[in-house]
T-cell receptor, first 113, second 113 residues
Framework: DQQVKQNSPSLSVQEGRISILNCDYT??????FLWYKKYPAEGPTFLIS????KDKNEDGRFTVLNKSAKHLSLHIVPSQPGDSAVYFC?????????????FGKGTRLHILP | GAGVSQTPSNKVTEKGKYVELRCDPI?????LYWYRQSLGQGPEFLIY????????DSGLPNDRFFAVRPEGSVSTLKIQRTERGDSAVYLC???????????FGQGTRLTVV
């Protein structure tokens, strides 16, 4: 039973355009959300996070939105070739100290020239 | 060290053998996680340590899997009587506190033949 769902296995976006990656979660106890980026043969690298009490967090070209019930999105603007990677959405229940981080299956982003 | 280090990077073993996978977390990080990633899947939670103790081992698939962190730093994941289904990339991550940004190592690719 997937608690964190990334329903798009892959996404192709033109270079310079906006990439929007979506994430849904089922566990209402989750209160902290993270996005990771992964290149082949490397471990995932942390990208950006957001607490459930916020509806937006920005870091350069990356923005995570938390405006809909049990739904997050990661926006990359503008998309660059180096953004081609697998992106994982993850969640934890930080408030109640249930600190394991649960990952989705990932979305493979292809930035087209 | 500068990052999370995992050894070996690759391990090929015969079915039924015992293997140990090592993780050196970032110095000072009290939280340590083990995940397993199969092809096309996201990282699957195995076990989480806070200091020396296993705070949550609910992800260990069966009693063939065991992990230790005796001094609150280096951790070893131990797999007994390996099976072909254990083949995956085993990822280790550490963080300053649980449930927040965790930094991953490059993983150990385990192949059971």
């Amino acid at each position: 039973d997937q608690q964190v769902k990334q329903n798009s296995p892959s996404l192709s976006v033109q270079e310079g355009r906006i990439s929007i990656l979506n994430c849904d979660y089922t566990n209402s106890m989750f209160d902290y959300f993270l996005w990771y980026k992964k290149y082949p043969a490397e471990g995932p690298t942390f990208l950006i996070s957001i607490s459930s009490i916020k509806d937006k967090n920005e870091d350069g070209r990356f923005t995570v939105l938390n405006k809909s019930a049990k739904h997050l999105s990661l926006h990359i603007v503008p998309s660059q070739p180096g953004d081609s990677a697998v992106y994982f959405c993850a969640a934890s229940d930080e408030k109640w100290r249930d600190d394991k981080i649960i990952f989705g299956k990932g979305t493979r982003l292809h930035i087209l020239p | 060290g500068a990052g999370v280090s995992q050894t070996p990077s690759n391990k090929v073993t015969e079915k039924g053998k015992y293997v140990e996978l090592r993780c050196d977390p970032i110095s000072g990080h009290t939280a340590l996680y083990w995940y397993r990633q199969s092809l096309g899947q996201g990282p699957e939670f195995l076990i989480y340590f806070q200091g020396t103790g296993a705070a949550d081992d609910s992800g260990l698939p069966n009693d063939r899997f065991f992990a230790v962190r005796p001094e609150g730093s280096v951790s070893t994941l131990k797999i007994q009587r390996t099976e072909r289904g254990d083949s995956a990339v085993y990822l280790c991550a550490s963080s300053t506190t649980g449930g927040t940004e965790a930094f991953f190592g490059q993983g150990t690719r385990l192949t059971v033949v």
